[in-house]
């Protein structure tokens, strides 16, 4: 295994595999087998891809076998790496399943294969984290509209028109707009605090006469 760069890189810059995903694309059930594609998009183009075979046929072998190409040192060559998997049982009955990370042993439902390296692992394994952990606090508003943005098409940046991307659910589309809005306005209130305009965060701001607490800000209420 190739640990280039370990401890300093980004889960949003990583190629990802979440198995509470891949379970929901069957849908898979216990004692079935099913495989699959996945790609990374990016600005509305795939810059990154694996495919998948899920075994659950016998609960104790359970697997999950990841095909992927990497280039590494200017060289492309194709990886296939078997992950373990385990359940726990719910109070509610049936099994949650997780994969185990190869390095660590722990049970994790994502895996990540940072740019330059060659297997999937665990977040805590590769000395990952997330991109809004490393910015100010003025700054995560935008980071996490443009994480939700990321889920669509369309690109990233405040006012940007999101679109429903090929083969979503019109339900989940709706949800991620009505998402959308809402960091929309959390931004606009993070840019005016930024010039200088007093905007309470509290509900009881336009009981009080807040001018700006009676409605929420967009980007066209900025431009």
Same mark, same amino acid.
């Not at 660590?104 to 665990?122: I, K, M, Q, Y």
């Not at 306005?185 to 930024?194: I, S």
């Given at each position: ?15 990802? $595999? ?41 609960? +104790?072998?359970?697997?999950?076998? *990841?095909?992927?190409? /990497? ?13 373990? *998997?385990?359940? @726990? $049982? ?6 949650? !399943? !997780?994969?185990?990370?190869?390095? @660590? ?50 690109? @990233? ?18 949800? +991620? ?41 967009? +980007?066209?209420?900025? /431009?």
């Amino acid at each position: 295994m190739i640990w280039a760069n370990r401890g300093k890189g980004l889960v949003e810059d990583c190629l990802t $595999v979440d198995l509470a995903q891949l379970m929901r694309l069957g849908p898979m059930r216990d004692e079935l087998s099913g495989d699959g594609f996945l790609e990374r998009r990016q600005g509305g183009e795939a810059i990154g891809s694996v495919r998948f075979r899920l075994d659950l046929r016998e609960a +104790h072998a359970a697997r999950i076998v *990841l095909t992927y190409s /990497v280039v590494v040192d200017e060289k492309q060559r194709s990886v296939s790496q078997r992950i373990r *998997l385990a359940f @726990t $049982v719910p109070q509610f009955g049936g099994r949650r !399943w !997780w994969m185990l990370c190869p390095v @660590t042993g722990e049970r994790v439902r994502c895996l990540h294969l940072p740019p330059g390296n060659d297997r999937f692992a665990s977040r805590k394994a590769w000395g990952l984290s997330y991109r809004v952990e490393r910015l100010g606090r003025s700054d995560r508003q935008f980071e996490r509209l443009f994480r939700m943005q990321r889920k669509l098409d369309g690109g @990233t940046g405040w006012g940007v028109e999101p679109l429903r991307r090929k083969g979503m659910w019109q339900r989940t589309y709706a949800h +991620h707009l009505g998402r959308l809005a809402a960091l929309d306005a959390d931004c606009g209130v993070a840019l005016l605090r930024l010039m200088g305009v007093p905007y309470p965060a509290s509900k009881g701001a336009e009981a009080k006469g807040d001018p700006l607490a009676s409605k929420s800000l967009t +980007h066209n209420d900025i /431009v």
